[in-house]
């Protein structure tokens, strides 16, 4: 079992960078694939990004490539979300997710453990 807690949350305006930060305790954590996922209000909980256990593997959807960053250091057991060229639109809350698959998800459903989330303002 492992335990989520984000932190990097806040208030960005147009163009702004932020990194998300995912520290996790528990069990070994190269053992999980990470992902990272984001619900606005009124809205589904939606993929963000993800990467593999040893971090060689990352995946993202259309809006994310190209702005967005996911990696990981395992030796910290923290995984991170670099987001550059943000958005005005989006507010949203951002959840650290992790799995013991072997391979990538991008669903919810496919990850077993969740972080509370960190809320980003002002960004999509």
């Known amino acids: 079992q492992v335990q989520l807690v984000e932190s990097g949350g806040g208030l960005v305006q147009a163009g702004d960078s932020l990194r998300l930060s995912c520290a996790a305790s528990g069990r070994a954590f190269d053992s999980y694939i990470m992902g990272w996922f984001r619900q606005a209000p009124g809205k589904e909980r939606e993929f963000v990004a993800a990467i593999s256990r040893p971090g060689s593997g990352t995946a993202y959807p259309d809006f994310a490539k190209g702005r967005f960053t996911i990696s990981r250091e395992n030796a910290k057991k923290t995984v991170y979300l670099q987001m550059n060229s943000l958005k005005p639109e989006g507010k949203a809350i951002y959840y650290c997710?992790?799995?013991?698959?072997?391979?990538?998800?991008?669903?919810?459903?496919?990850?077993?453990?969740w972080g509370q989330g960190t809320q980003v303002t002002g960004s999509s």
């Open positions: 997710a992790a799995d013991e698959n072997t391979v990538i998800g991008y669903t919810p459903k496919e990850y077993k453990y």
